[in-house]
C-alpha cells in the first residue's frame, strides 16, 4: 500500500510566495525524505529528516515532521520560477528495508 | 563528477521484444534500485541490490529481470514487454540502504 499521501496534489502560487506541501504517512519510520522532480527527469534529493528530528533547515526549504500525527510538511519560502517542479516525499520504514516509499507527489507551478 | 548514468535515454521497442536498460555508477555506492515510473504517478520500486543481495519487491511482475555484474552496473531486463510496461524507468543509488538517493535521468520506454 502507498505509504505517503501527499496533499494538495497540485498547488499554483505566484512567484514569491511561500509553498506547503504536506505528506502523510501510515507506519513508523526511520527517516522521511523530500525529493524534487522536474519534468521527464530523474528525482533529485532535497532533505533528509530522521524520526528524531522535529524540523529541519536547508536555503530556502523547512522541512517540519511530526511523528504523533504521522505527517510532514515542505514549505519553500520566496518561491521562484526554477522551483516548478513535482515533489515527493518519501520514507524509510523502522523495519529497516533498505528502501524507500514514494508518496503521490504535489505539482507545485510557480507564475512568474 | 560522481553521477548515476541510464543508457539509453529513450528506448523503442516492439510489443513481445525482449528489451534491456543499463545503469552505471561512479559513486561506488552499495544499493542500487530500479524504479518504474508512469505519467503523474510515484515512483514504483520493481527490486533493489545491496551489494550482491537481489530484493525483489512481491509485485514486480516476472516479466522483470535484473543483473548486477559488478558494483558499477546494473541492468533491467523486460523479456516481453506489453503496451502496459511503457513508462519511464528510473535507476538510483544510495551509500546505504534508507538513506539518500541519487537518481539518474530515467531512460523512457515506450512499447509500440
Known amino acids: 500500500s502507498q505509504q505517503g499521501e501527499e496533499d494538495p496534489q497540485a498547488l499554483s502560487i505566484q512567484e514569491g510566495e511561500n509553498a506547503t506541501m504536506n505528506c502523510s504517512y501510515k507506519t513508523s519510520i526511520n527517516n522521511l525524505q523530500w525529493y524534487r522532480q522536474n519534468s521527464g527527469r530523474g528525482l533529485v534529493h532535497l532533505i533528509l529528516i530522521r524520526s528524531n528530528e522535529r524540523e529541519k533547515h536547508s536555503g530556502r526549504l523547512r522541512v517540519t515532521l511530526d511523528t504523533s500525527k504521522k505527517s510532514s510538511s515542505l514549505l519553500i519560502t520566496a518561491s521562484r520560477a526554477a522551483d516548478t517542479a513535482s515533489y515527493f516525499c518519501?520514507?524509510?520504514?523502522?523495519?529497516?528495508?533498505?528502501?524507500?516509499?514514494f508518496g503521490t507527489g504535489t505539482r507545485l507551478t510557480i507564475i512568474p | 563528477d560522481a553521477m548515476v548514468i541510464q543508457n539509453p535515454r529513450y528506448q523503442v521497442t516492439q510489443f513481445g521484444k525482449p528489451v534491456t536498460l543499463s545503469c552505471s555508477q561512479t559513486l561506488n555506492h552499495n544499493v542500487m534500485y530500479w524504479y518504474q515510473q508512469k505519467s503523474s504517478q510515484a515512483p514504483k520500486l520493481l527490486f533493489h541490490?545491496?551489494?550482491?543481495?537481489?530484493?525483489n519487491e512481491a509485485d514486480t511482475p516476472d516479466n522483470f529481470q535484473s543483473r548486477r555484474p559488478n558494483t558499477s552496473f546494473c541492468f533491467l531486463d523486460i523479456r516481453s514487454p506489453g503496451l502496459g510496461d511503457a513508462a519511464m524507468y528510473l535507476c538510483?543509488?544510495?551509500?546505504?540502504?534508507?538513506?539518500?538517493?541519487?537518481f539518474g535521468p530515467g531512460t523512457r520506454l515506450t512499447v509500440t
Open positions: 518519501a520514507t524509510e520504514s523502522d523495519f529497516g528495508n533498505e528502501k524507500l516509499t
Open positions: 541490490y545491496y551489494d550482491k543481495d537481489f530484493n
Open positions: 538510483a543509488t544510495s551509500r546505504f540502504g534508507g538513506e539518500e538517493q541519487y
